[in-house]
């Protein structure tokens, strides 16, 4: 199955929820996980680099690539139905590229904020995916909520993604984040993220596990 992780904006928190997806899918649900890191920060990447370093061993593997890569290892995946594929995207929508990944995806999901300019950018993410591929699910997860920010657009933006697809709870900004690596998802944050991570993995990944 093969995931999208994505938004036009960058800074949304992709490769962070990319990693958190992973680490949970691998070590909680005991899934055969692959990520393809194709940001061009490959932060993902240098992390996997950095645990071989320190001789540990990643619960699951990550390859970098770029977007022309992904015609010949979807044919790679494809062969592979029961591993799930996480594809962290690029934060942009202006190549062509990128449209055999989208009509590919099985599964979208896309991190944003309620600042207007990442409210702008998600709906055009969504706008362009869904007239490139209706099929897949697509799944909205609000990051980094400041605790102490009144976000008086919520509701109306809430309303406008739904059109689209799901919204699931809010995640908090917290330092935590910052400890997350390839094996290790910090202690305080499972109170936080494991909700919306089976939430995710119960109505969307289940059913697919099952078949």
Do not use: W
């Not at 993902?44 to 690539?65: H, L, R």
């Not at 609000?142 to 919520?154: A, D, F, Q, W």
């Amino acid at each position: 199955m093969i995931i999208l992780i994505g938004n036009q904006k960058g800074g949304a928190g992709k490769s962070t929820l990319t990693l958190l997806l992973a680490n949970y899918l691998s070590q909680i649900r005991n899934r055969k996980v692959t990520v393809v890191d194709m940001d061009y920060q490959q932060s993902i990447a240098g992390k996997a680099e950095k645990e071989k370093e320190s001789f540990q061993q990643p619960s699951y593997d990550v390859v970098p690539a770029d977007l022309s890569h992904f015609p010949e290892m979807y044919r790679l995946m494809q062969s592979k139905p029961s591993e799930l594929v996480l594809l962290d995207l690029p934060g942009k929508m202006d190549d062509d590229e990128l449209i055999p990944i989208f009509h590919a995806a099985e599964l979208i999901i896309c991190p944003f904020s309620y600042d207007e300019f990442s409210v702008d950018s998600t709906v055009l993410f969504s706008m362009v995916i869904k007239k490139i591929n209706s099929k897949p699910a697509l799944v909205f997860i609000p990051n980094r909520l400041k605790p102490l920010v009144k976000y008086e657009t919520k509701v109306e933006v809430d309303k406008l993604l739904q059109t689209f697809g799901a919204v699931t709870p809010a995640i908090p900004d917290r330092i935590d984040f910052q400890r997350i690596t390839i094996n290790h998802i910090p202690l305080g944050l499972a109170p936080v993220i494991m909700p919306i991570l089976d939430l995710i993995y119960d109505q969307y990944l289940m059913k697919e596990e099952e078949v």
